[in-house]
């Protein structure tokens, strides 16, 4: 018999309000603090990130498109929408 899985810590999600004129410049912001956090931070998991409108939480927005990378284990890190093949972020 195969032991157990380990147990999954429980994640917690920081919610942080921002002010922003629009859907698209919510993204572009979240994208930026996604990527600022994440580069010192390695437990954010900045392709997870989205944006939703006030207190309504819902619908939520996705900022990037997360879809998996055609013959690799990696996700797609372009913004969500986009027409081009998906293909991994580009970590700097």
């Known amino acids: 018999m195969p032991p157990d899985p ?18 698209a ?22 392709a997870a990130v989205t944006v939703s409108l006030g207190d309504d ?3 939520r927005h996705r900022v990037y498109c997360d879809r998996r990378v055609y013959g690799s284990d990696r996700r797609c890190g ?7 093949v998906c293909r991994p972020r580009v970590e700097l």
């Open 6 to 23: 380990p147990e999954r810590t429980p994640w917690w999600f920081i919610h942080l309000p921002v002010e922003a004129t629009g859907l």
């Open 25 to 46: 410049d919510a993204r572009s912001l979240a994208d930026q603090v996604a990527g600022l956090a994440a580069a010192s931070h390695p437990e954010i998991v900045a």
């Open 57 to 59: 939480g819902l619908p």
């Open 78 to 84: 372009l913004f969500a929408g986009h027409d081009e």
